[in-house]
């Protein structure tokens, strides 16, 4: 996708959602950035001795069809519009949600960390460079959908 499409999506994303309200304001100093390997760390946080260790997900924030064609395995696919009426139903069980895109200089994840904010989660981090990052540090990706994921939109059904 051209960055000139990112932009003009993002930009729509923020008009739209100006439009819907939100519980709380966020800005960009409420973003918590990590790098690959802090992310993992944060991921595996154990709870006390009290507590159950937090659940976490790593969030791709993208259009499916980027998801497709690589994603951080195990990574959840929530596309940006999607995520004000889709965030409760699909990340509502996680504490930890670990947002990423593609490069380092790529908006849509310091949107969605905000806007996940703003829905009420509380600890969501960004990953820093995103899939680039990622790959750089030596981590897997994979390709393709989930088997119990709708079919693209584009795509008929099996």
Known sequence: MHRTTLT??????CLALGAVGCD????DKDLVFVDPYRAVEVMNQQGSIF????????VDPR????????????????????????AQTYLGKYQIL?????????IICR???????????DSVY??????KAWKKAGND?????????????DQPSS
């Open 111 to 121: 949107a969605a960390s905000k806007r996940l904010m703003e829905l009420g989660f």
């Open 51 to 58: 507590e159950k260790p937090k659940s976490a997900a790593f």
């Open 63 to 86: 259009p499916r069809i980027d998801y497709v064609r690589e994603h951080i395995p195990g990574a959840i696919n929530l596309p940006f519009e999607d995520m004000t009426l889709e």
């Open 98 to 106: 670990v947002v990423y895109d593609t490069d380092y200089d790529d």
């Open 141 to 153: 990706v994979t390709t393709g959908l989930p088997a119990d994921a709708p079919p693209l939109a």
């Open 24 to 27: 709380r304001k966020t800005s």
């Open 8 to 13: 003009s999506l993002a930009a729509a994303a």
């Open 126 to 131: 960004s990953l820093e460079g995103g899939l």
